[in-house]
């Protein structure tokens, strides 16, 4: 009763946006209460100038978490702070970093982000605190030459990122020394967004750091900034290799807020792929309930996942704003990246004096900015991570004030089962950060800098890994790369191996995608994923702009295009074949195997669809390019003939809701393989003797200093160093920083913003909460309907820690219980086989396997387009019915590995998404994709439940009989 008194203006806002729609959208309310300021006094070693200074800007007192974060680091301990959306981090760092430097004139700090602008906002800051003798400078692709030089000589804090470390600092070290001799503290902020490729990379770059410090005679103290995240210390010490103690008391204040989760009606004029329903676009609900928002004067932040979807949805909020009353479309902007600091500053301004009423925008504004405290924040799909989620939730409430928070579902599985799924949202732990720096395709462009920069000894080979690092290094001397002598490792080459190391991840020799009419380089793609993308006839957007492709030279790695914004979008179609390499793990539950190991996916695409944004396909095109093949890793399940086609028992004959599946067909098995990359590897870029000297494309980069930044995918940014720095993660910067088109065309659906039921034209007033509004005057007032009380899930579970499985799991053959505390989940198996008929068999595992791969980013900080997955009626190596999910980068990602940890929660949760979809037979919320190889085609949705049922009563009879039930592992 308390929280709902303290939310109650928050209730009354969505009362409002809800006011007048015939089905109420919304399927859960949650209450979440306000949270008193928990301060101390400043610590006694803090040095009185920075105390002072740290006062004069606003800050009295620290909370309880800021002075225990830098009194530990203070006192010389890796410490990594994980606190909520403007919790005070930065002066964690702040404070112990500021005291040393001023104590002792020679000390020196370096501090890391992932962006650009993150990096600019930091420096300001500490800049602003003026504190004497402390020179903080920043190094990154932005920095003139000019000043370069200076910064090296004089610097005290150095403000850089990743890769101009690896890159600019490391490659160069001894032009640091004075650097690296008294370097007291690294400071890594939002460290959760170093994850996947990009965050095993990082993880080995960071280790390379400490041992170049070590050589000059320091050895500098890590301080970590992170959003809230299962299990910071973990993954602080998997990311820096050593411990790291973890606070997560968050002592800063925060208001009260009401979350709402919603889910778009379905549209009747409008019909997809196989003349599936589709939802209203999350951008198109974002927009009015933007719009609802403004007018009722709450100040609202709604975050896009692409920028052009970020414009449309500001510029239909300004439509339907204009017909309530010519003045308030002004109050709504959109963020658009590429803007500079005066001008985010002077947005933050806007907002903050409600001069702005609502921006919308990507996650560019979800990191680097000091907007706190608003009315309203609306999240028009999910994120991609629950730390994102609560990161860019963070922004609304925290002035005192309550708040209110809705998070709208794109048309997907996965953002489906979240709003029928409350309790996944608000009652799981936020995920750890995957990441797995014993990737041998990491491990050893990473070992050959290393051995770079200095010789590397016996001794330093347990810091990168010990015996995995050994046989990297083995190979690395086999193919000359290396040469061995007594006293170490030695690099060979009097280049540095440093440019031709993509350490976000991409896979290799970048293709650039040029404007031929005036060879204008818009921006680059990474080779595994040049065919999907930038295939003659797709449409590339870069920066809200629109382009189409009319050449793709592969060998010259090169893509022409010309300026063009045809009326669709494009997909490629392709096909792929998997073979299994390796077995690494194999689980057996009579009938049912559940498999992790290596497999080479061999992807060809052959044609692409030509799309309108309402999902209405024109028509497909036919393509003729060569096949790519991936090394990565995959977990895999395989079902035998017998369990497949034998009759289910009577008792659990299917979920009733489902209607027949419709008639098999097309090809047997399907892939989802879009998302995938070949990259050309560090070896074959060694073969192709192509480890000296920078590229073409690298030199124009860092001409532009679009290595800061870029996304794994596409350095679109080149042109723009500015916009280049705002992207979040690794992968998200590719959905979020609008250069992927992969994304674009999942996001293509939310361009079309439908001109809907905005029906009132009658002015209205812009004043707090008046009256019913404008446009929902003319709707009934219906009020929010909320579910059942969410179920049950333990708290904080033990995760698995993502590591690759060990063979005693193996032994006890029970799966892990679920790493992220991801529920009590209902294996709900069915006693019997799938009772299929063999021609419904590939359509049923193909639906099956897009589904899993929705669901996956559940269980793996991961993205959809970050893994893959092939399935097949008869597999050649596992000689059954088999469905991959494989992890879409060179030597994976550790996101298959997560998988085959959370088997059971993940493919639970797979079989609930489709059970909850009310779609008669298959639809993008359950188990069409929108990347899939096959045009959607053969999906079986019944098919696949009977699937996944089989599979989980094959887990879950074995483990009874094992005593190891399946449902008490999940609770462990
Ligand atoms: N002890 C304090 N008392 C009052 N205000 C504070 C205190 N510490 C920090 N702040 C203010 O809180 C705001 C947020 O701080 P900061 O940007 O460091 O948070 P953060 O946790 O890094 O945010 P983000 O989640 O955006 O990374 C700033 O305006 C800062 O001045």
Same mark, same amino acid.
Request: hydrophobic share 40%.
């Given at each position: ?710 996304? /794994? @995918? &596409?350095?679109? #940014?080149? +042109?723009?160093?500015? *916009?280049? $720095?705002?992207?979040?993660?690794? %992968?998200? =910067?590719? !959905? ?17 913003? /439908? @001109? &809907?039921?905005? #029906?009132? +034209?009658?002015?209205? *007033?812009? $004043?707090?909460?008046?009256?019913? %509004?404008? =446009?929902? !005057? ?18 904080? @579970? ?175």
């Amino acid at each position: 009763m308390e929280v709902m008194a303290e939310t109650e203006r928050a209730r009354r806002l969505l009362h409002r946006v809800t006011a007048g729609i015939p089905e109420n959208p919304v399927t859960h309310v949650a209450d979440l209460p306000a949270r008193e300021a928990r301060h101390t006094e400043w610590p006694s070693w803090a040095d009185p100038r920075v105390v002072d200074a740290l006062r004069s800007g606003g800050v009295e007192r620290p909370w309880a978490h800021q002075t225990e974060a830098a009194s530990l680091a203070f006192a010389g301990r890796h410490v990594v702070v994980s606190t909520g959306t403007a919790s005070g981090k930065s002066l964690c760092y702040q404070l112990p970093v500021l005291s040393t430097l001023a104590a002792d004139d020679k000390a020196c700090a370096l501090y890391l982000s992932p962006t650009k602008a993150l990096g600019a906002d930091q420096l300001r800051s500490v800049s602003a605190l003026d504190i004497p003798g402390v020179r903080a400078a920043s190094y990154d692709g932005d920095t003139p030459m000019a000043e370069r030089d200076w910064v090296r000589a004089h610097a005290r804090w150095v403000f850089t990122n990743p890769d101009m470390l690896h890159r600019g600092i490391l490659a160069a070290h001894s032009r640091w020394a004075r650097l690296f001799r008294k370097l007291s503290y690294v400071v890594i902020d939002e460290c959760h967004s170093y994850r996947g490729v990009f965050g095993s990379h990082v993880a080995l770059l960071l280790r390379r750091l400490q041992r170049v410090a070590r050589h000059y005679g320091s050895s500098p103290v890590f301080i970590l900034a992170s959003a809230t995240t299962a299990e910071p210390g973990e993954f602080a010490c998997r990311l820096v290799g050593a411990d790291c103690v973890p606070v997560v008391e968050d002592a800063s204040p925060r208001g009260a807020r009401t979350v709402a989760l919603w889910e778009p009606p379905l549209m009747e004029d409008h019909r997809g792929e196989h003349g599936a329903p589709v939802r209203r676009s999350a951008g198109a609900e974002a927009s009015r309930i933007l719009a609802e928002l403004v007018i009722e004067g709450a100040r609202t932040l709604a975050f896009v996942r692409s920028r052009r979807g970020a414009e449309l949805t500001a510029l239909g909020a300004r439509r339907l704003l204009s017909e309530v009353d010519g003045e308030l479309p002004r109050q709504v902007a959109a963020y658009r990246a590429g803007f500079l600091p005066e001008e985010r500053r002077a947005l933050e301004r806007a907002l903050l004096s409600g001069e702005l009423k609502g921006v919308a925008t990507t996650n560019a504004l979800e990191l680097g900015v000091d907007i706190a405290g608003l009315d309203a924040v609306v999240l028009a799909g999910y994120p991609g991570t629950l730390a994102s989620f609560w990161q860019q939730a963070g922004r609304a409430g925290r002035s005192g004030d309550d708040a209110l928070v809705v998070f709208v579902a794109r048309d997907d599985p996965l953002d489906t089962y979240l709003v029928h799924h409350p309790e996944a949202v608000l009652e799981r732990p936020v995920e750890a950060a995957v990441l797995d720096p014993s990737n041998p395709y990491v491990l050893a462009p990473q070992l050959a800098c290393a051995a770079a920069e200095l010789p590397l000894t016996t001794g330093e080979l347990e810091t990168f890994g010990g015996a995995a690092a050994r046989e990297v290094l083995d190979r690395l001397v086999a193919d000359r790369l290396l040469r061995r002598r007594p006293s170490g490792w030695y690099w060979t080459s009097r280049d540095r191996p440093h440019y031709e190391v993509d350490i976000r991840g991409s896979g290799g020799e970048q293709i650039a995608v040029v404007e031929a009419d005036t060879s204008r380089l818009l921006g680059t793609v990474d080779p595994g994923s040049a065919c999907t993308t930038v295939h003659p006839g797709a449409v590339y957007l870069h920066q809200g702009s629109s382009y189409v492709v009319d050449e793709l030279d592969l060998e010259a790695g090169i893509a022409l295009v010309h300026a063009e914004d045809p009326e669709w979008t494009t997909s490629a179609r392709e096909v792929a074949d998997i073979a299994v390499l390796n077995t690494q793990e194999r689980l057996d539950y009579g009938g049912v195997t559940v498999c992790l190991g290596e497999v080479a996916v061999t992807s060809q695409v052959v044609g692409y669809l030509r799309r309108r944004p309402s999902g209405e396909v024109l028509d497909q095109v036919a393509l003729d390019l060569p096949a790519q093949t991936l090394e990565t890793r995959a977990v895999w399940y395989t079902i035998s003939p017998e369990l497949l086609e034998a009759r289910r028992a009577p008792e659990v004959a299917g979920p009733p809701q489902i209607a027949g599946a419709p008639e098999p067909g097309g090809p047997s098995g399907g892939s989802e393989a879009g998302g995938t990359r070949e990259g050309a590897s560090f070896q074959k870029a060694r073969r192709a003797g192509k480890l000296s000297g920078p590229s073409a494309i690298a030199e124009a980069r860092e001409a532009t200093g679009a290595w800061e930044a870029g996304g /794994p @995918r &596409e350095g679109t #940014n080149s +042109q723009d160093s500015r *916009g280049a $720095g705002e992207a979040v993660e690794p %992968s998200a =910067i590719a !959905e979020a920083s609008e250069i992927s088109p992969p994304a674009e065309i999942a996001d293509a659906r939310e361009t079309s913003l /439908p @001109r &809907e039921d905005t #029906n009132s +034209q009658q002015p209205h *007033g812009t $004043g707090e909460l008046p009256g019913p %509004s404008a =446009i929902a !005057e003319a709707r009934e007032a219906t009020s929010a309907r909320e579910t059942p009380a969410a179920r049950q899930v333990s708290a904080a @579970r033990k995760a698995s820690g993502g590591r690759r499985a060990t063979s005693a799991r193996v032994a006890s053959g029970v799966p892990e219980a679920p790493s992220e505390g991801a529920g009590t989940w209902e294996v709900g198996g069915a006693p019997g086989g799938a009772g299929l008929d063999p021609a419904r068999i590939p359509g049923a595992l193909h639906a099956a396997e897009h589904a899993a791969i929705g669901l996956l980013p559940l269980f793996a900080t991961c993205d959809r387009w970050d893994i893959g997955g092939v399935s097949t009626a008869l597999h050649a190596d596992t000689g059954e019915a088999t469905v991959f999910v494989h992890d879409g980068h060179p030597g994976g990602a550790g996101f298959a590995d997560r998988g085959f940890a959370a088997v059971v929660p993940w493919l639970a949760a797979t079989r609930e998404a489709i059970i909850s979809c009310e779609c008669p037979a298959g639809c993008p919320s359950c188990v069409q994709s929108p990347k899939c190889g096959n045009g959607n085609d053969p999906l079986d949705k019944a098919g696949a439940v009977a699937v996944l049922e089989t599979v989980l009563g094959a887990v879950s009879r074995h483990s009874a009989r094992h005593d190891h039930g399946v449902a008490q592992a999940a609770a462990n």
